[in-house]
């Protein structure tokens, strides 16, 4: 069955940096898109960043405003896993962070905390 395992959330200070990954199994990875999303208390779960599968456009990737310039999705194929480096890091930044991917249907790891705070 499908399973997604993120990793590497934690307390960091603004202006730090995290590297979040998510260990994929039980479906053909690499012909698949992937997806960060995150919720922050009291709001919805948003779309942060994505990048195709090799199948597509070659792994070409797109990002939530409020991150560009400061967060990067890459994925490894060899490995089936995505990641997710998020630098300069911002108080409001902090959320519960999630991967996903649709095979069939949705599909949800069970998220990882980064809280960004003094």
């Known amino acids: 069955q499908v399973q997604l395992v993120e990793s590497g959330g934690g307390l960091v200070q603004p202006g730090g940096s995290l590297r979040l990954s998510c260990a994929a199994s039980?479906?053909?990875?690499?012909?698949?898109?992937m997806n960060w999303y995150r919720q922050a208390p009291g709001k919805e779960r948003e779309l942060v960043a994505a990048i195709t599968s090799v199948g597509g456009i070659g792994g070409s990737t797109s990002y939530a405003d409020s991150v560009k310039g400061r967060f990067t999705i890459s994925r490894d194929n060899a490995k089936d896993t995505v990641s997710l480096q998020m630098n300069s890091l911002k108080p409001e930044d902090t959320a519960v962070y999630y991967c996903?991917?649709?095979?069939?249907?949705?599909?949800w790891g069970q998220g990882t905390q980064v809280t960004v705070s003094t």
């Open positions: 039980g479906f053909t990875f690499s012909k698949s898109a």
């Open positions: 996903y991917t649709w095979n069939g249907r949705d599909y």
